[in-house]
Every structure is written in structure tokens, then in C-alpha cells.
């Protein structure tokens, strides 16, 4: 999944063959339209997820400072519940946010192309769900660590 040149043609004959077969998809009306369709849901996703990374390091921020202080062990229990889940939904939009391009035998067969966008468009839609979630319980231990210091009081 992270290789670092996968997806790629390489080799000047490969990126040939990659050019013609992105010339049939692209006069393909048929499959010009669910490749521009499931394309723009994977931009979609991109883009929330992005947005969802930038939440979350302000909320790592927020508990990286709260983690520094002297902490009872219900405090010190929401910061780290809070700062585990953040991270873990971190690492998960970046995996949403992995650039994926359509290999020269995917073009070559529209079904099986289809398929295969649909299947990662379906894996990084539960992955981004998933980081929310975490992103939500983070926030709730965040307010739950500000409860407990609110009604601890000053001091």
C-alpha cells in the first residue's frame, strides 16, 4: 500500500502504453463518467480529511500542554485516552489521504477499474468515519479532563 513508486510507470514504454490506455478511458463515455464520478468522491475525502488533520493537531496541541502539568489519575487518564485517539485518527487520514492513481491494467479493463475505485473509495470512507469517531472521543476525554479540573477548582 506505501510502496513509494507503486501506480507508477516507470519504464518509457510502460508510460506509453500508460498514455493510450488513459486516451481510451478518457473517449470512453461510459467510463470516463464513473472514473470522473468515483475520482471526485476520493477528492471529496481528501479534502475533509485534510481538514480533519489540521483539527486534530490543534487538539493535540491542547493536550500536549495539558500533559505536561502535574496530573491526578483521572486527569492524567483523559489527556492520554484523549492524545491515543487523536493520534491513531491522524494516522488513519493519512492513510486516507495516500495518492492513488489508476494503473495501466486498470484502464484497460472499465469493470474491473470501476471495481477497484469503488473498493478504495469504500476503504477510505470506513478509515475517515473511523478518525472521526476517535476525533469525537478525543474531545469528549479533552472535556471530560476540563470537567474534572473545573470542579477540582483552582490550585
Known sequence: MFSLFSQLPRKPEDMKAHIE?????VL?????DIFDHLYSCLSILDTKSSSMLSFNSIIIAVLA?????????????FVNLGMASILVSA???????WVHWST?????????????????RN??????????????LSL????????I?????PG
Open 104 to 120: 495501466t491494467k486498470d484502464m484497460q479493463n472499465p469493470q474491473e477499474h470501476g471495481h477497484h475505485l469503488l473498493q478504495v
Open 65 to 77: 500542554i495539558f500533559m505536561t502539568r502535574t496530573l491526578t489519575l483521572s486527569e492524567w487518564a
Open 149 to 153: 479540573r473545573f470542579v477540582a477548582g
Open 28 to 32: 470512453s463515455e461510459e467510463h470516463s
Open 91 to 97: 494516522l488513519l487520514l493519512l492513510s486516507v489521504v
Open 123 to 136: 476503504s477510505r470512507t470506513v478509515r475517515y468515519r473511523l478518525a472521526w469517531y476517535l476525533a469525537v
Open 140 to 147: 469528549v476525554s479533552l472535556s471530560a479532563f476540563l470537567m
Open 21 to 25: 490506455s488513459l486516451t481510451k478511458v
